[in-house]
């Protein structure tokens, strides 16, 4: 079996991986609050990945139901919490992460 | 042909989500992100799910990324600074990279046993969409439902949220 010509599972667990970390990585590093929510949506779409790849491995079409939930609670979430930057930034007038410490010990 | 389609859109998907994560500009950043989610809907295709994949273009790209675009604009976002690089951020990335590459072995060394391949299995579009559609709206109609009245409650809440002080 070929890893370059016989993709199995393996691969796309794998890539859902890399995604996965590459926007935890965006998450942890990044200063700006809309990078930051924009990275959190990629992990979501990582684990949609691995869900539709299980979904076809296992011949089971209950994982794409559960894709299409993630997929408008994920935008009900975003538009929510959009909502919260705009009302913040009214406030705030700023998006750095840094100068929004009023909880920091 | 099976191959190269998965190989080309991962490639895609990780460098548009590269850049996505390492880019200074938040509008560059959103592009890339419609990018990234584009390559997702094409490793959908090639997963056979055919309904997901249009519906991750029409609700993702089409109204999420829209809506990032649309903030991104309303609000002032200036390029980060050139980014001082700490100790504290070369040890949490060296340890998120150890975390996956934990994860990794931990795929890979069953690769050897497993016996599933991406086999085209000759289904027409329509079969799909018809199976999904059975399965939403007889088998799982109560969530379906409840995921109507949270989106009611997010329009809301998105209204009530930006409602200005009426107590002048």
């Given at each position: 079996m070929n890893i370059l010509t016989t993709i199995t599972l393996n691969h796309y667990l794998v890539l859902s991986g890399i995604l996965f970390t590459l926007g935890l990585i965006g998450v942890l590093v990044r200063k700006n609050l809309i990078i930051v929510y924009m990275c959190?949506?990629?992990?979501?779409?990582?684990?949609?990945?691995?869900?539709?790849?299980f979904s076809h491995f296992n011949s089971n079409l209950d994982a794409q139901i559960m894709v299409f939930f993630i997929i408008a609670v994920a935008a009900a979430e975003v538009a929510v919490g959009l909502a919260?930057?705009?009302?913040?930034?009214?406030?705030?007038?700023?998006?750095?992460?840094?100068?929004?410490?009023?909880?920091?010990? | 042909m099976e191959p190269l389609f998965f190989w080309i859109f991962a490639a895609a998907s990780i460098a548009m989500a590269s850049l996505v994560v390492f880019h200074r500009r938040p509008i560059a950043c959103a592009l890339a992100l419609a990018a990234t989610l584009f390559s997702i809907a094409s490793l959908f295709v090639t997963l056979?799910?055919?309904?997901?994949?249009?519906?991750?273009?029409i609700v993702y790209v089409g109204a999420v990324v829209v809506l990032f675009?649309?903030?991104?604009?309303?609000l002032d976002s200036n390029e980060e600074q050139k980014?001082?690089?700490?100790?504290?951020?070369?040890?949490?990335?060296?340890?998120?990279?150890?975390?996956?590459?934990i994860f990794f072995s931990g795929v890979m060394t069953g690769l050897a046993n497993s016996d599933s391949s991406l086999v085209w299995k000759d289904q027409i579009m329509g079969e799909n969409i018809?199976?999904?559609?059975?399965?939403?709206?007889?088998?799982?109609?109560?969530?379906?439902?409840?995921?109507?009245?949270?989106?009611?409650?997010?329009?809301?809440?998105?209204?009530?949220?930006?409602?200005?002080?009426?107590?002048?």
């Amino acid at each position: 079996m070929n890893i370059l010509t016989t993709i199995t599972l393996n691969h796309y667990l794998v890539l859902s991986g890399i995604l996965f970390t590459l926007g935890l990585i965006g998450v942890l590093v990044r200063k700006n609050l809309i990078i930051v929510y924009m990275c959190l949506e990629l992990m979501l779409n990582a684990a949609s990945l691995a869900l539709v790849a299980f979904s076809h491995f296992n011949s089971n079409l209950d994982a794409q139901i559960m894709v299409f939930f993630i997929i408008a609670v994920a935008a009900a979430e975003v538009a929510v919490g959009l909502a919260l930057v705009v009302a913040l930034f009214r406030v705030k007038q700023t998006t750095h992460l840094d100068d929004l410490s009023i909880l920091k010990l | 042909m099976e191959p190269l389609f998965f190989w080309i859109f991962a490639a895609a998907s990780i460098a548009m989500a590269s850049l996505v994560v390492f880019h200074r500009r938040p509008i560059a950043c959103a592009l890339a992100l419609a990018a990234t989610l584009f390559s997702i809907a094409s490793l959908f295709v090639t997963l056979e799910a055919f309904f997901l994949a249009v519906v991750q273009i029409i609700v993702y790209v089409g109204a999420v990324v829209v809506l990032f675009s649309f903030i991104i604009m309303l609000l002032d976002s200036n390029e980060e600074q050139k980014r001082k690089i700490s100790w504290i951020k070369i040890i949490g990335i060296g340890l998120i990279t150890a975390l996956f590459a934990i994860f990794f072995s931990g795929v890979m060394t069953g690769l050897a046993n497993s016996d599933s391949s991406l086999v085209w299995k000759d289904q027409i579009m329509g079969e799909n969409i018809r199976k999904v559609g059975k399965l939403l709206f007889v088998g799982y109609m109560l969530p379906f439902l409840i995921t109507g009245v949270l989106l009611l409650l997010t329009t809301m809440g998105v209204v009530l949220l930006n409602r200005k002080d009426s107590s002048q």
